[in-house]
């Protein structure tokens, strides 16, 4: 025998809209978004701040986490790209831009 659901049939969860993307932090390179990350996980984790001052740091620190991963895809990016240049065969590598 099944067990009912606790759930109302038709309803859904509470759609969350995307963060929005911040200028300063989508210009961030790595080092500093790291360094103001941790600055805000220490301050979470004293519990020094209001609720709605912790969740707007929360908020921040997942825009800082996104951006660390884009700068990490990237540096990979490039990475990949320098290692399939073959070099044995006289192919010069191609320049690559930095992201950041």
């Known amino acids: ?19 929005a993307v911040d200028p300063d932090v989508a210009a961030m390179g790595y080092e500093e978004a790291v360094e103001e990350l941790e600055a805000i996980v220490e301050r979470m984790e004293r519990g ?19 951006r660390c991963r884009q700068v990490l895809q990237q540096a990979e990016q ?12 006289g192919q010069d590598p191609q320049p690559v831009d930095p992201p950041f």
Do not use: H, Q
């Open 1 to 19: 025998m099944s067990k009912p659901s606790s759930r109302k049939s038709g309803s859904a969860a509470p759609s969350v809209p995307a963060p």
């Open 48 to 66: 020094d701040g209001a609720l709605e001052d912790t969740l707007r740091e929360y908020a921040r620190g997942d825009a800082l986490v996104r």
């Open 78 to 89: 490039r990475i990949e790209a320098i290692g399939a240049v073959d070099l044995d065969a």
